[in-house]
């Protein structure tokens, strides 16, 4: 990370220095001729300026989004983070939250502007926000479906559309995306997720084709299970008594969740997630889990078919 000399007397006016111009009432400097963001401080502070790249970090309220925002920011990283209620947690952590729904093209463009428009630039794309989704295929309403789409494969890949512009004018910019594990296989009752993860996976490989030759370097994280929050916002398809599905699927719910309670820690993630940023040339995808979830997709494409899909069956009591 490089730094520049000297001290900016921020009093919300705009004043100019040999190396910057501090705008109206913001916390941020333009460098003039420097890839960077020049902190400021609040009004009547003196501050020393350093230069820092610039990250968005989608879901970044709680779980694996909040943990890799928290890093980031104590690592020097101008962080912005994303929320539906970003007026919810903007006194609670140490950098700020802009609106985002990402199922909303209008909101992805206003957010992505947003930082533009106070840093002028943009390094580190975290695609992290998204939600869960269970059902019997054969009972889940497909209106659900396409709503989840919109939020875990749609809305990513708009986010990485709204950044590249900005990314390709710097010649440099890195994007990762927070798939699953689960995108290496359907699972029961977890269909409609696995789908969308791997659709944001299969995208996300060819942008990383096209966009190379641009400096641009773009990867998927997939995770297993982590403690997280993520049950509070998993739509569930209603457990019905009089379903023919009602005991497996029951039982499936009742063993994700415990999955996810006694998942990995977070942090474990952020690590990888730090690597990546400083990896020149990163893989195309990356896992991070527990031994025999990471072990899933390798027993998939090893094992004839028939076999891994009693395994399969075996594990979930179908």
Same mark, same amino acid.
């Given at each position: 990370?490089?730094?520049?000399? +000297?001290?900016?007397?921020?009093?919300?006016?705009?004043?100019?220095?040999?190396?910057?111009?501090?705008?109206?009432?913001?916390?941020?400097?333009?460098?003039?001729?420097?890839?960077?963001?020049?902190?400021?401080?609040?009004?009547?502070?003196? @501050?020393?300026?350093?230069?820092?790249?610039?990250?968005?970090?989608?879901?970044?309220?709680? /779980?694996?989004?909040?943990?890799?925002?928290?890093?980031?920011?104590?690592?020097?990283?101008?962080?912005?983070?994303?929320?539906?209620?970003?007026?919810?947690?903007?006194?609670?952590?140490?950098?700020?939250?802009?609106?985002?729904?990402?199922?909303?093209?209008?909101?992805?463009?206003?957010?992505?502007?947003?930082?533009?428009?106070?840093?002028?630039?943009?390094?580190?794309? @975290?695609?992290?926000? +998204?939600?869960?989704?269970?059902?019997?295929?054969?009972?889940?309403?497909?209106?659900?479906?396409?709503?989840?789409?919109?939020?875990?494969?749609?809305?990513?890949?708009?986010?990485?559309?709204?950044?590249?512009?900005?990314?390709?004018?710097?010649?440099?910019?890195? @994007?990762?995306?927070?798939?699953?594990?689960?995108?290496?296989?359907?699972?029961?009752?977890?269909?409609?997720?696995?789908?969308?993860?791997?659709?944001?996976?299969?995208?996300?490989?060819?942008?990383?084709?096209?966009?190379?030759?641009?400096?641009?370097?773009?990867?998927?994280?997939?995770?297993?299970?982590?403690?997280?929050?993520?049950?509070?916002?998993?739509?569930?398809?209603?457990?019905?008594?009089?379903?023919?599905?009602?005991?497996?699927?029951?039982?499936?719910?009742?063993?994700?969740?415990?999955?996810?309670?006694?998942?990995?820690?977070?942090?474990?993630?952020?690590?990888?997630?730090?690597?990546?940023?400083?990896?020149?040339?990163?893989?195309?995808?990356?896992?991070?889990?527990?031994?025999?979830?990471?072990?899933? /997709?390798?027993?998939?494409?090893?094992?004839?078919?028939?076999?891994?899909?009693?395994?399969?069956?075996?594990?979930?009591?179908?």
């Amino acid at each position: 990370m490089n730094s520049t000399e +000297g001290l900016i007397f921020a009093t919300g006016k705009s004043y100019t220095t040999s190396s910057c111009r501090i705008p109206q009432g913001g916390n941020a400097a333009r460098v003039d001729g420097c890839s960077g963001v020049m902190w400021v401080a609040c009004p009547f502070l003196l @501050i020393p300026t350093r230069m820092s790249e610039v990250v968005i970090i989608t879901g970044a309220s709680s /779980g694996l989004g909040l943990a890799t925002a928290l890093h980031m920011h104590k690592n020097g990283y101008v962080v912005f983070g994303t929320s539906r209620n970003p007026e919810k947690y903007e006194k609670q952590f140490p950098f700020p939250f802009l609106f985002l729904e990402n199922a909303d093209p209008v909101s992805i463009q206003s957010c992505v502007e947003s930082v533009l428009n106070q840093t002028g630039r943009l390094d580190i794309l @975290i695609n992290n926000a +998204g939600v869960g989704i269970t059902g019997p295929m054969e009972e889940i309403d497909l209106t659900d479906v396409k709503d989840h789409f919109e939020i875990n494969c749609f809305g990513p890949m708009r986010m990485i559309q709204a950044v590249l512009p900005q990314m390709r004018k710097q010649k440099k910019g890195l @994007i990762i995306n927070i798939t699953s594990i689960a995108a290496d296989m359907g699972l029961p009752f977890r269909g409609a997720y696995s789908a969308a993860k791997v659709a944001l996976e299969r995208m996300s490989e060819s942008i990383r084709l096209e966009s190379h030759s641009f400096g641009i370097r773009i990867c998927n994280l997939a995770p297993g299970d982590f403690v997280s929050n993520i049950a509070q916002r998993r739509h569930y398809a209603p457990l019905d008594k009089e379903s023919p599905y009602f005991e497996m699927y029951k039982f499936s719910l009742d063993q994700i969740n415990e999955h996810v309670d006694k998942g990995i820690d977070p942090n474990h993630i952020v690590r990888t997630i730090e690597e990546i940023i400083k990896t020149k040339k990163p893989k195309v995808r990356y896992k991070v889990g527990a031994p025999l979830q990471k072990l899933s /997709g390798v027993l998939k494409t090893l094992l004839p078919s028939r076999i891994f899909e009693k395994l399969l069956m075996n594990h979930y009591k179908l």
